[in-house]
């Protein structure tokens, strides 16, 4: 399966990537641009991988998948994937990754919000 990044999802990596430049430096930009890479790849792969966590309960369908699972190592990333499958706006059916939060964010309202800018509110993963 194949994967597309909402425009939110695109904004929180670049501002996740301006701030670990700025605090950690170019090495571990690029360390922490590869997970999240890695992250994307995986839920695109296998939307229902082992790890992933349903939160339905923001929208139906919605997952999270925590990048420290890509990275292979405890405490190695401290953001989370929200992503749904459905339409792309290619017309496919793939993985849509629809914010990239820190793992101590409430996720709900900007997830919903995301949710609402990318499919319409007739979207078969809106929430109820």
Request: with cysteine.
């Amino acid at each position: 399966m194949t994967f597309e990044i909402a425009r939110a999802a695109e904004r929180d990596i670049k501002d996740i990537l301006a701030e670990t430049l700025k605090v950690f430096g170019m090495r571990q930009l690029a360390v922490y641009a590869a997970i999240i890479d890695k992250g994307m790849a995986m839920v695109g792969d296998d939307p229902e991988r082992a790890g992933s966590i349903d939160r339905s309960e923001i929208g139906r369908g919605v997952r999270l998948f925590h990048l420290e699972l890509a990275a292979d190592r405890r405490g190695a990333a401290a953001h989370c994937l929200y992503y749904a499958t459905g339409e792309m706006s290619n017309g496919a059916n793939g993985t849509i990754v629809l914010r990239v939060l820190h793992e101590h964010m409430e996720p709900r309202y900007k997830v919903v919000r995301s949710l609402k800018k990318f499919a319409g509110p007739a979207a078969p993963f809106m929430p109820q």
